[in-house]
């Protein structure tokens, strides 16, 4: 399905554009801020990959958030974005990168595209990120902060993420970012072999569990790591 009538079915998004350039840097009013982010709330609480921790350095969160909430962009907290979604807490989109290990080159995919934070933080680190949300409006607001952030590399698509995006696939890393009662049987089949995914299992409104999948050949492993709360994974109706 389309994203929206003004927009291509498939969204071109990516990497920030002039990304490390100085006067962009020296511009940004913003930029404290994120290291702060990343020294208090991320580093202070284990996660230690460089490709991850420069990618929340880089990327400019609070284009990611609406304009009246901008000054608490930063914060350690999920804001809301609308739509009855969140944009998550810092630390747990830093957690759930890491947990991917995604890397320059990689094709990854993302449910639940929300505000498209999460999406650009995985193309900074240079992989190559599909993303799909199943609100429109969502979805067309989160592929315009991806445009107006300087992203190249993002493809969005307004559509139903438990069935994945098979005619992209397969993945090396598969990054879920509202809650399911179980794991999607249709997003396993997409991860490459030894390709991970991470995902928030349990009942919608209450506490789930955040679990790492792999795939290694037939063999799908699952680990439950810590409690979250997100969002329910919502579905098309049938």
Same mark, same amino acid.
């Given at each position: =399905?389309? /994203?929206?009538?003004?927009?291509?079915?498939?969204?071109?998004? +990516?990497?920030?554009? $002039? #990304?490390? &350039? !100085?006067?962009?840097?020296?511009?940004?009013?913003?930029?404290?801020?994120?290291?702060?982010?990343?020294?208090?709330?991320?580093?202070?609480?284990?996660?230690?990959?460089?490709?991850?921790?420069?990618?929340?350095?880089?990327?400019?969160?609070?284009?990611?958030?609406?304009?009246?909430?901008?000054?608490?962009?930063?914060?350690?907290?999920?804001?809301?974005?609308?739509?009855?979604?969140?944009?998550?807490?810092?630390?747990?989109?830093?957690?759930?990168?890491?947990?991917?290990?995604?890397?320059?080159? =990689?094709? /990854?995919?993302?449910?639940?595209?929300?505000?498209?934070?999460? +999406?650009?933080?995985? $193309? #900074?680190? &240079? !992989?190559?990120?599909?993303?799909?949300?199943?609100?429109?409006?969502?979805?067309?607001?989160?592929?315009?902060?991806?445009?107006?952030?300087?992203?190249?590399?993002?493809?969005?698509?307004?559509?139903?993420?438990?069935?994945?995006?098979?005619?992209?696939?397969?993945?090396?890393?598969?990054?879920?970012?509202?809650?399911?009662?179980?794991?999607?049987?249709?997003?396993?089949?997409?991860?490459?072999?030894?390709?991970?995914?991470?995902?928030?299992?349990?009942?919608?409104?209450?506490?789930?569990?955040? =679990?790492? /999948?792999?795939?290694?050949?037939?063999?799908?492993?699952?680990?439950?790591?810590?409690?979250?709360?997100?969002?329910?994974?919502?579905?098309?109706?049938?």
């Amino acid at each position: =399905m389309p /994203v929206a009538a003004w927009a291509p079915r498939l969204l071109p998004v +990516a990497l920030l554009a $002039a #990304a490390l &350039g !100085a006067p962009a840097a020296a511009a940004d009013p913003y930029v404290r801020e994120r290291e702060r982010m990343v020294k208090e709330q991320i580093e202070s609480r284990g996660v230690d990959d460089p490709a991850t921790l420069a990618a929340l350095r880089t990327v400019p969160r609070h284009l990611f958030v609406p304009e009246e909430r901008r000054r608490a962009a930063y914060d350690d907290r999920p804001l809301p974005i609308g739509f009855g979604q969140t944009i998550s807490q810092p630390f747990i989109v830093a957690y759930m990168t890491q947990l991917v290990q995604p890397r320059a080159g =990689m094709r /990854v995919l993302e449910v639940g595209t929300g505000s498209g934070y999460q +999406a650009a933080v995985l $193309a #900074a680190i &240079g !992989a190559e990120v599909f993303t799909v949300e199943i609100v429109e409006g969502l979805a067309a607001w989160g592929a315009q902060n991806l445009r107006t952030a300087g992203f190249a590399r993002v493809q969005v698509r307004h559509g139903d993420g438990y069935h994945g995006w098979p005619e992209r696939g397969p993945y090396d890393a598969i990054v879920v970012t509202a809650a399911a009662d179980h794991i999607p049987p249709p997003l396993i089949t997409q991860l490459k072999d030894g390709a991970r995914m991470v995902i928030p299992v349990g009942s919608p409104f209450r506490t789930q569990t955040l =679990m790492l /999948v792999t795939r290694r050949g037939e063999d799908v492993t699952s680990e439950s790591l810590l409690p979250v709360r997100f969002v329910p994974l919502t579905r098309a109706p049938r």
